[in-house]
């Protein structure tokens, strides 16, 4: 929203993992003061729009404040998260690298990031704006044995598929970064740039295809920012 401040050069940008009318990937950078986030309808269109009716026409702003980027929910009905985290309205949020805003119980799902040059998201086109809801006794783990069950039936883990999904699952719905996955999942490979255990991103991202196809796709919601890392949404499951 311009509010007759100076417009400034993108400072930041939000990139659209979920959320119509957006393809999934949507890099949108925040050029004015005051961004307003909401739902288009006949009397008003924010400056991101989106169709969702479970979204608030104001749903929340992004303000540049110093520098830095700050939310503010706008006292949505169906609220706003970063990270896991319900926002209190009208409470001014900082914003960080990597933070994952959901709108409406996760229908809506955007990421930050003042690393904006270069990037895209790479992940799986969604055929429905909310995602596919996963039962909360489908899917739990047995990290002592290297198990995951999924909907009964007990699926054991290589020893990579262990550790990707366990550093993705302890910091589930933050984007984890690349040097880190790296490094707890490739610990024996010696180092690379930087003292970084050196694998390649075809090795990574086919451990990632891996799996997806094994234990579905449904089931390990993971998207990827390229050149950053990957994030596990995983609200819904238990352990």
């Known amino acids: 929203m311009k509010n007759g401040g100076a417009t400034m050069e993108g400072?930041?940008?939000?990139?659209?993992?979920?959320?119509?009318?957006?393809?999934?990937?949507?890099?949108?950078?925040?050029?004015?003061?005051?961004?307003?986030?909401?739902?288009?309808?006949?009397?008003?269109?924010?400056d991101i729009a989106f169709t969702n009716?479970?979204?608030?026409?104001?749903?929340l702003v992004i303000r540049k404040e110093k520098d830095k980027a700050v939310l503010y929910d706008l006292g949505s009905r169906h609220g706003t998260e970063i990270n896991g985290v319900?926002?209190?309205?009208?409470?001014?949020?900082?914003?960080?690298?990597?933070?994952?805003?959901?709108?409406?119980?996760?229908?809506?799902?955007?990421?930050?990031?003042y690393l904006f040059a270069d990037q895209t998201i790479e992940i799986e086109p969604f055929s429905h704006t909310?995602?596919?809801?996963?039962?909360?006794?489908?899917?739990?783990?047995?990290?002592?044995?290297r198990e995951c069950v999924?909907?009964?039936?007990?699926i054991p883990m290589s020893e990579k598929e262990f550790l990707l999904i366990r550093v993705l699952y302890e910091n589930a719905n933050r984007l984890v970064p690349l040097e880190e996955i790296?490094?707890?999942?490739?610990?024996?490979?010696?180092?690379?740039?930087?003292?970084?255990?050196?694998v390649s991103l075809d090795e990574l991202n086919a451990l990632i295809y891996r799996v997806r196809k094994?234990?579905?796709?449904?089931?390990?919601?993971?998207?990827?920012?390229?050149?950053?890392g990957y994030l596990l949404e995983s609200e819904l499951i238990t352990s």
Not at 53 to 59: A, E, G, I, Q
Not at 87 to 113: C, E, Q, R, W
Not at 130 to 145: A, C, Q, T
Not at 182 to 198: F, N, Q, S, T, Y
């Open 11 to 46: 400072f930041a940008c939000l990139y659209v993992i979920r959320g119509e009318p957006y393809r999934s990937g949507t890099c949108i950078n925040l050029n004015e003061d005051e961004t307003l986030i909401g739902r288009l309808s006949n009397q008003m269109t924010p």
């Open 53 to 59: 009716p479970f979204l608030s026409r104001k749903h």
């Open 86 to 113: 319900r926002l209190t309205s009208y409470t001014p949020y900082p914003l960080k690298n990597f933070d994952i805003i959901k709108l409406a119980k996760g229908m809506t799902v955007i990421h930050f990031s």
């Open 130 to 145: 909310r995602k596919p809801e996963v039962p909360e006794s489908s899917l739990s783990f047995h990290w002592e044995k």
């Open 150 to 154: 999924v909907e009964g039936k007990r």
């Open 182 to 198: 790296k490094v707890r999942v490739w610990p024996e490979r010696l180092p690379g740039a930087g003292g970084i255990p050196d």
């Open 214 to 228: 094994k234990y579905g796709k449904e089931t390990f919601l993971i998207s990827a920012v390229r050149g950053s």
